[in-house]
């Protein structure tokens, strides 16, 4: 089993190189480092939960993976193309095109319809109305709520919320998805059908990021990597993991 | 994102938010709407006074003379020295103005009484409706005829003058020549309520023999300068002292009211515009409590790839949209104020098309103008910190 996963991951090669990141935030006259010295790599079509308590640096880890941030020194690159030092607009284009984030709080903008919120991230990379319709639908029929396009989000229930959000990620055909805390609103049975949903999406081959605090949760994946203190000071698969955890 | 796009979505947040769009583009509608409103009257004051002082002529030059014991401007002399210069001017007329309750039977009215030549009719271009004018015979023999204004006919004789009939002015028995085709709509003040005589009868109801103002007509605009010329020397050959006379011309009388009225104008248009400049701040003051409002909005926004200028058009596109629909609506309201006070001032005044243009411009350039700060403020906004924000 783990033989045939290391081949995979060898012919598809790194999807993220992270190399000696660090982030400082200034708060006043102090320095606090969120990350101290993370270096780590993610092949393509891997499905790794970062896990850590809060304060622990994941979020910020988080934003840099999503092209949220850029790191005050090291080198992050993504599918070849060197992240850390890109402005703004670069940046954009890469959240746009390249990954897809799914949030805690779903992040449905309230007064668009579900159809518009999922194919929002088309309209940003100038593709016409009708294909964006399209890709959209296809979307919203790939997590099962294609009837409620219509709907605004208030209308949904939480876990539909979610599977919209989910739609939105999967729209642009990212090569990355990242969730930040998925299944922090939902309750067990949702969290259970979404999580399965990711693996899923993992299974057809996409690569998936999901940062948690949640133990159960983050077992769900095939890597786990822990952080603490702006540190790793975990990284291997669900068994190694539990292994140590029980150690 | 693409314009219309950008259109769209201000139209669903102005649509998601009514009352708060409306408020805001109320200062937008007052300051379009009293712009377009003042400078319509003010057009509207401008016809009217161009307008009256036009039925004077732009042509004429009216002299006034003082004349003294020993140094007279005599009629047939004044005649005979427009005769002469018949290269610049093209006749002259005597012109006795007074003020007299003229009397029909029972009813009266007060009218301006003018004492004019037998030329009079011919120099303003006026046609007479029914009857002759005053002749050079009436003149001469100080006969007591006159010539109505449509006005004293509606009033005095129910718009229906049979020949033989009388009128009495300042109890004097006049009889009724002719009348004069209608020029003012037949109101009064205008230049139908009015009545000429000859202007040797006019002096004899004055009380006073000699002519002190002419009004002389130049053989055409190019000539009003040297008319004016002609008669300065005429004038002062005779009376020897320049204030004894005065020469107006009235091309010149009218370019000062176009200047006085175009002044009046700039500055109660430039009262207007501070309002425009108070709804401006008003929409940028919304805008900015928009922004913060929707900080979670944009945050969403820009994870999904919405870049700075995205951000800044969807802002901007909001502020113009309401600046320019409150322009609009400012539009119509001032136009239909402008009318209407119009009709109450009886002014003719209509809505110009500058000060549409005008208005529709600076709204647009105001929303954009004043948009612009609060959306930079939402375009520059990190995507971290306003996801964050609830």
Redesign the interface.
């Known amino acids: 089993m783990k033989k045939k996963n290391q081949a995979e991951e060898a012919c598809r090669g790194p999807l993220i190189q992270l190399i000696d990141i660090h982030k400082v935030y200034y708060m006043g006259t102090s320095e606090v480092y969120a990350n101290n010295g993370i270096s780590l790599t993610i092949n393509e079509g891997e499905f790794v939960a970062i896990i850590g308590k809060s304060g622990s640096g994941k979020s910020t880890i988080m934003?840099i993976i999503?092209a949220?941030?850029v790191p005050s020194s090291g080198q992050y690159i993504l599918k070849g193309k060197d992240v850390s030092k890109m402005n703004?607009?670069e940046l954009?284009?890469i959240?746009?095109?390249m990954i897809g984030?799914i949030?805690q709080q779903y992040?449905?903008?309230p007064?668009e319809r579900l159809i518009n919120n999922v194919s929002?991230?088309l309209?940003?990379?100038?593709m016409g109305a009708e294909a964006r319709r399209e890709k959209a639908m296809e979307a919203l029929k790939k997590v099962g709520i294609e009837d409620k396009y219509r709907n605004f989000p208030n209308q949904l229930s939480g876990g539909q919320q979610q599977r919209g959000a989910v739609a939105?990620a999967l729209v642009t055909n990212p090569s990355l998805i990242l969730a930040d805390e998925p299944t922090g609103a939902l309750d067990s049975r949702t969290s259970e059908e979404l999580l399965s949903f990711l693996k899923q999406l993992n299974e057809e081959g996409n690569t998936i990021v999901l940062i948690t605090h949640d133990r159960s949760v983050a077992e769900r994946a095939n890597r786990i990597i822990s952080i603490q203190d702006g540190k790793i000071t975990f990284d291997g698969d669900v068994g190694e993991y539990r292994k140590q955890v029980a150690g | 994102m693409r314009l219309g796009q950008a259109f769209k979505l201000a139209w669903q947040c102005i649509l998601g938010s009514k009352m708060r769009s409306f408020l805001t583009m109320l200062g937008m509608i007052i300051g379009v709407g009293s712009v377009i409103t003042l400078l319509g009257l003010m057009q509207g004051v401008t016809n009217y006074l161009v307008g009256t002082f036009s039925e004077l002529g732009t042509n004429s030059l009216i002299v006034n003379i003082r004349n003294t014991d020993t140094r007279v401007v005599d009629v047939e002399d004044v005649y005979r020295f427009t005769r002469e210069n018949k290269k610049v001017f093209q006749g002259v007329t005597p012109s006795v103005a007074a003020s007299y309750t003229v009397k029909n039977k029972n009813s009266s009215v007060s009218t301006s009484v003018t004492g004019v030549g037998e030329d009079y009719l011919e120099l303003k271009s006026i046609d007479l409706a029914w009857g002759r004018f005053i002749s050079y015979a009436d003149i001469k023999n100080r006969y007591n005829a006159c010539v109505l204004g449509t006005y004293i006919v509606d009033k005095l004789y129910d718009g229906k003058i049979n020949p033989g009939d009388t009128i009495r002015i300042n109890g004097q028995v006049f009889t009724i020549v002719g009348v004069l085709e209608e020029q003012a709509d037949t109101v009064q003040g205008s230049s139908d309520d009015c009545i000429y005589i000859p202007y040797s009868v006019a002096c004899r109801l004055a009380g006073n023999s000699k002519i002190s103002s002419y009004t002389f007509v130049a053989a055409g605009t190019e000539h009003v300068d040297g008319a004016e010329a002609a008669l300065d020397d005429y004038l002062y050959g005779i009376l020897k002292d320049v204030d004894l006379y005065s020469i107006m011309n009235m091309a010149e009388l009218l370019d000062v009211i176009n200047q006085i009225t175009a002044m009046m104008s700039s500055i109660l248009g430039g009262i207007a515009g501070i309002s425009l400049l108070v709804a401006g701040i008003g929409i940028m003051n919304i805008m900015l409590v928009s922004v913060v409002e929707r900080t979670k909005e944009i945050g969403i926004r820009k994870s999904l790839g919405a870049k700075r200028r995205d951000i800044m058009w969807q802002f901007v596109i909001e502020a113009a949209t309401i600046s320019m629909l409150g322009g609009f609506i400012g539009i119509v309201i001032g136009s239909a104020a402008t009318t209407a006070l119009g009709t109450l001032f009886k002014i003719e005044a209509a809505p110009t098309m500058g000060s549409i243009l005008l208005a529709f411009g600076v709204s647009a350039a105001i929303g954009i103008g004043f948009g612009y700060a609060p959306a930079s403020k939402a375009a520059k906004l990190n995507p971290i910190d306003a996801l964050r924000s609830e």
């Open positions: 934003n999503g949220l941030d703004d607009n954009a284009t959240r746009n095109k984030f949030f992040n449905l903008l007064k929002l991230p309209l940003y990379s100038g939105r």
